[in-house]
Structures are given as structure tokens and as C-alpha cells.
């Protein structure tokens, strides 16, 4: 019951960035604390709402696995994300879609969806905070906040590929082995 709870939220936020986010690729185990998803295919779209010259031909992310701590740790311990094997394939927009005042307007529209979208997930989840309120049992805005500032981000295996199929007919790609994201105090020490 609650892991179906837990993937219903993580849905709201990730599944129009997958095109096969399901129960398939998704495992949670609430008392270790940890959710992973594998083999989740990038949606084609990402890209299309960034003011970028770039779209997305594949994507495509090994694993992922977040973990975060148990309900008694959860403001003084943050949340760990794994990221592993990476795939990205990337390819030229054509040049008539790339000026100036499209992509403007484009940036400008994604930004209000972006907004609306978050509002309406934050209702959704505000109206379910309060029915997990009324258990006796509440997360307050200020404990989300302490759990969001402790967030650390490890991405193992990215494979950066660029590809001209049309004219040029080339390809060139750039491995990153790790890539590191964690919060840090204002003297730049890591937040444990």
C-alpha cells in the first residue's frame, strides 16, 4: 500500500519525462528507504521546450536509485541519488525552427506550463499531506526543506553522442565517467 503511494507521487513528477515509467521498471522498499527504476527511456520531447539548437533522437538511463532516509531520520539525513549508464543521443534542430523569437516565445510558454504544472501537482499533493495529516502524522514544509537542501547526486557512465545523419553524416560522442552533485555548508564542507 504505501509503495503504491510512493510511486503515484514520483509519477506526478517523472512520467511525462519517461515513456515507460511503470511498475515494471519500479521498485520501492519503504522500510530500507530506497526506490529504484531501470531501463527508463527518455521522452523525445525533453528538449523541444529549452531554448535549445539540439533535440533528443535517444535517451536512455540504466538505473536509477534514490534513498532516503527512515521517517525518525528524515530532516537530519539527506536523500542519495544514483544514477548509472547513461545514454544520450543528440542531433541538430533544423535551422528554420532555430531563431530568435520562437525559440523566445517557446522558452516563455514552457515556463508558464512549468509553473501551472507545478502548481496543480502541489495542490494534488497538498490535498494528500492533509489526508496523511489527519493520521496524526504530518511533514511539514520546513522538514521538506531541511530533506531538499541534502541532496547528493552521483552519475556514473554517461555516453554523450552527437549525431549529423542528414548532410554531414557524422557522429561524435564524449564519456563521462562520474559526475558528483552535493550539498555543501557555507564553509564548503559536505552536509553529512
Not at 42 to 68: A, D, Q, R, Y
Not at 83 to 97: G, H, P
Not at 125 to 136: D, I, M, P, R, V
Request: glycine share 4%; hydrophobic share 40%.
Amino acid at each position: 500500500m504505501v509503495d503504491f503511494a510512493i510511486r503515484n507521487v514520483i509519477s506526478l513528477y517523472i512520467h511525462d519525462y519517461f515513456y515507460n515509467f511503470g511498475a515494471e521498471n519500479f521498485k520501492t522498499n519503504f522500510l530500507a528507504g530506497t526506490i529504484s527504476m531501470s531501463d527508463l527511456i527518455l521522452n523525445n520531447k525533453i528538449l523541444e521546450s529549452f531554448p535549445s539548437p539540439f533535440k533528443l533522437t535517444f535517451g536512455m538511463i540504466g538505473s536509477m536509485e534514490i534513498k532516503v532516509p527512515s521517517f525518525i531520520k528524515l530532516t537530519s539525513y539527506g536523500i542519495n541519488i544514483k544514477v548509472s549508464d547513461v545514454f544520450i543521443c543528440l542531433s541538430m534542430k533544423k535551422v528554420d525552427k532555430w531563431n530568435k523569437e520562437s525559440v523566445y516565445k517557446k522558452y516563455q510558454d514552457m515556463k508558464q506550463q512549468s509553473i501551472e504544472t507545478l502548481m496543480r501537482r502541489s495542490e494534488v499533493l497538498n490535498e494528500k499531506n492533509k489526508s496523511f495529516a489527519s493520521t496524526g502524522l504530518s511533514f511539514t514544509g520546513e522538514s521538506l526543506d531541511k530533506l531538499i537542501t541534502n541532496i547528493n547526486i552521483e552519475i556514473e557512465n554517461v555516453y554523450l553522442m552527437f549525431e549529423e545523419p542528414t548532410t554531414l553524416k557524422f557522429s561524435i560522442g564524449l564519456l563521462l565517467p562520474t559526475i558528483k552533485v552535493q550539498s555543501l555548508d557555507e564553509f564548503w564542507n559536505k552536509i553529512e
